[in-house]
């Protein structure tokens, strides 16, 4: 199940500790391994050569042209990057859903489930092709993925609609990720539909990250840069790192939360916005606001207002769960929320917050290639520009690692214009120039995009959802 009946998110019901003993000895293994030990920890009905079978198979050399699967890099003056895109779509989506179909076809199994699952899916760009990619001709399974028409980048747009596999169906919807993710969640709390779907041997489940099953697998790569950075003499065992995230939905960084709770030594948790900066504005003052303008920028997968897996991080710092059903209940009927004072505090112990503008991220690309000769993607821009903001505000020394969540190749045209090489061609005709440019080769799945044809054209109107779903699974 991706989420609850009453339409809340799964959490744990307690989060597992790692020991300092534990720790180092995860440093002597592979990324394979580490995944292996870390999801050992949460799922106890899965035993650790089941897992061992998943991670050899979602992480292998086939799908991730990294031997390291997620390599840490070093920029200087106490930072690191940890790029998380080398696997088959390039974005750090694919750490958790190359993952994921292993854990929830094992799951069917394991509960003895008769119906086949639909994978639905909301996204803001990348997650669509994660999840298609990972599912793609999955047995007993279909996906369904919906993406905002105008608010992909033409490089992720043609990725989703030129997808290939028997089970798979991809459609643009007229609004953007806030009303694909909101339909989505509808058609989940829909018992209506829940049981007319049943009646034809149906269920339906999630890969957006309200599904604690793409949580989970996100975690590891916490604790494997962790170790990366011990084994690099980096760092000492014990010593305490910041990591900063660009933020959407908040799943990524609240992967980090989790690994901290575990015992991770984590100081603090860097979250990073572009102009919709509403999590900013949250962590400044406690109130959490949509009701404000949407704005398309040139990170399409952090252009969300309404940030879903806050919600856990509400829950696991309160005492009770209606409290958060309450604030969430505000959400939907007046579009904000506000958090006491005490909690605040609470969160603002652990996590940092900074926002960035296009033309600020484009001068972080810029600055950051000409310096480090490093390129950086318009997300992960955000992000290290946060950084760099934070760390001469505050002072904070504390070596800090920055989360690249995706390949600079997926958005090709802001990349260019960073680098002072506008271009009006569409995305997926700049990916060879982006490398000319650059000197870097442009990851295999990506490099053959521009003569890929679309097989997904349809576009639902916003209320069309359920009969798109209902159309695709009779
Ligand atoms: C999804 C995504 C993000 C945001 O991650 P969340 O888990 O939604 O916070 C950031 N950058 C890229 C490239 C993404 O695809």
Known sequence: MGLSREGGLFVPE????????????LCALDYRERA??????????????????????????????????APVVKLGDGTYILELWHGPTCA???????????????ALKK????????????????????ALEGFRDVEGTKILVFYPRDGVSEVQKLQMTSQEGGNVFVSAIEGNFDDAQTGVKEIFSSEELREELAENGWFLSSANSINWGRLLPQIV?????????????????GEKINFSVPTGNFGDILAGYYAKKMGLPVARLICASNRNNVLTDFF???????????????????????SSNLERLLSDLSDSGDKVRVLMESLKSEGRYEIDAETLEKINSVFSAGSLDDEAAKAVIRETFSEKGYLLDTHT??????????????????????????SPFKFTPAVLS????????????????????????????????????????????KTELFDTVKAFLS
């Open 14 to 25: 307690t989060v597992p500790a790692i020991s300092m003993e534990e720790l180092a000895s």
């Open 36 to 69: 292996v030990r870390i999801m050992k920890l949460f799922l106890e009905d899965y035993s650790e050569e089941e897992l061992r079978g998943f991670a050899n198979a979602a992480y292998s050399r086939e799908k991730f042209d990294s031997e390291a699967v």
């Open 92 to 106: 750090f989506k694919d750490m958790a859903l190359q993952m994921l179909p292993y854990l929830l076809t094992a």
């Open 111 to 130: 509960t003895g489930e008769e119906k086949r699952v639909c994978i639905l899916v909301a996204t803001s760009g990348d997650t669509g092709k994660a």
């Open 221 to 237: 790569y916490y604790f494997s840069a962790y170790c990366d950075l011990i084994n690099a003499g980096e760092i000492k065992m």
């Open 284 to 306: 400044e003052t406690g109130e959490y606001n949509r009701a404000r303008p949407f704005y398309e920028t040139i990170s399409p997968s952090m252009d969300i207002l309404i």
């Open 381 to 406: 821009a955000v992000a290290f520009g946060v950084t760099k903001a934070y760390r001469e505000k505050t002072g904070d020394k504390t070596k800090t690692v920055t989360l690249s969540t995706a």
């Open 418 to 461: 960073a680098l002072g090489k506008p271009c009006e061609k569409p995305g997926p005709e700049l990916i060879g120039e982006l490398s000319e440019t650059a000197g870097i080769p442009a990851p295999r799945p990506l490099a053959d995009l521009a003569g890929r044809k679309a097989r997904f054209t349809f576009c639902a109107k």
